[in-house]
């Protein structure tokens, strides 16, 4: 190994063990920093300090990491999923729709890999490109999670987190195998407006802008299947759309699934005072194991 190799390899796994120990709390086995706005393709402009609003809510983030969570060697299936937490694009719900369900997934023979993104801040293509990038790595198409490589790698989001999966189906240079949505944001009328705006920028939300990242639109032949999990009495989200983008997979042959539970409101998660949490956690790993 030339010199040059050797140090680059130094650094890379003693930013990985500053990162995990900064981070235990957590419970993952590995913690693997994606990239800042310096080293980024793209900034978000985010120049103040990364800040905690409430416990495991971080806000302001400006740095990407990857949280991982290995598959119980017994009972591993060789998938893979990348989890992106809701928060409306502001903050980062990272427990009851992070980290508690990669531990869930872990589990039962599921890798996991909770991504804490940058917000846009008025720069959609900043999330995009954190997910590409987790995708890479979780596949071993980019060094840095050699331990963790998953033969067919997924994506899971939650509301705003769900708009981030939905958009690297769609959208992204990088796609997921699969995609797990859970009351996900994907329209803009009706939709959540505060996820849309922070999304592109109050100032320069349009016509234009909100078609093009409601992302019904952009299904083609390409989008991988979807499973959609959303309650029915969802005020903060409204069900439209998760139908809307389960209408658009079917009309271009995609194998797609949803369950739209009777109650619950938005924003579940993993919460144990979700009436239908055992009924989703079913559908998952059967769905999961149907694409096996």
Known sequence: MNRSLLFSTIFLLMSMTVSSLAAQDYGQAATIRLWDNASAPHSNGITTPEEEVAPCRPANIS?????????????????????????????????????????????????????????????????????????????????????YVCRQVGIAGFSAGGHLAAMASTMGAVRPDFSLLFYPVITAHPGHQGSFDLLVGKANRSAETDARYSLENRVTEQTPPALLLLSDDDTTVPPVSSTRYYNALKEHGIEASMHIYPEGGHGWGIGEGFRYKAAWQRAVLDWLGRLR
């Not at 980290?99 to 995009?128: C, D, F, S």
């Not at 596949?139 to 840095?144: E, I, K």
Request: glycine share 12%.
């Open 63 to 147: 740095v990407a990491e990857l949280y991982i969570y290995p598959a119980d060697t017994a009972k591993a299936t060789g998938q893979g999923v990348v989890i992106c937490p809701g928060g409306g694009y502001a903050v980062l719900a990272f427990d009851y729709e992070g980290y508690e369900v990669a531990q869930w997934l872990a589990a039962n023979g599921i890798t996991a890999a909770v991504l804490k993104y940058r917000m846009p801040n008025g720069h959609p293509e900043v999330p995009l490109e954190d997910a590409e990038q987790a995708l890479r790595l979780l596949r071993g198409d980019a060094p840095g999670a050699e331990a």
